[in-house]
């Protein structure tokens, strides 16, 4: 490739230097380190584990949440939306746990952001190896 410029490169007097750790994550996101993720997942074992018949209780009668059994009960539009909010939270779910389960392995942090897929947010986690 031809380079059209072959003189010095001059910078305006404001602009600041990024190191190549600040280049590499720009799409941003949230670091969460051992201790992090050690802390999520005693909260989420000590949750399920002192309120276990809650949880199941709750999944039971509700499925995936209070809003999406609410939204089932209106026709059509209502199923559309409760399965939407189901996808959403399960796919979220999913990321978080197996991310969690990989981070006690390398142990190593996971790196989490917000992913879309087919036009569905989720929490995109991944754990750092």
């Known amino acids: 490739m031809e380079m059209c410029y072959a003189g010095a490169l001059s910078m305006p007097s404001s602009y600041a230097m990024l190191s190549t750790e600040e280049m590499t994550y720009v799409d941003g996101g949230y670091y969460m380190t051992h201790d992090d993720c050690n802390a999520l997942r005693f909260a989420i074992g000590a949750t399920v584990a002192s309120n276990y018949g809650t949880i199941v209780t709750l999944i039971s009668v509700y499925g995936t949440g209070g809003i999406a059994a ?8 209502g199923w559309i939306a ?36 087919w036009f569905t947010p989720y929490i995109e986690c991944s754990a750092r190896t």
Not at 70 to 77: F, N, R, S
Not at 97 to 103: P, Q, R
């Open 70 to 77: 609410a939204l089932a009960g209106i026709p059509v539009v």
């Open 82 to 117: 409760a399965a939407y909010g189901g996808v959403v939270i399960i796919r979220s779910a999913e990321q978080i746990a197996s991310a969690l389960v990989k981070e006690a392995v390398y142990q190593k942090g996971m790196d989490v952001s917000l992913g879309f897929s």
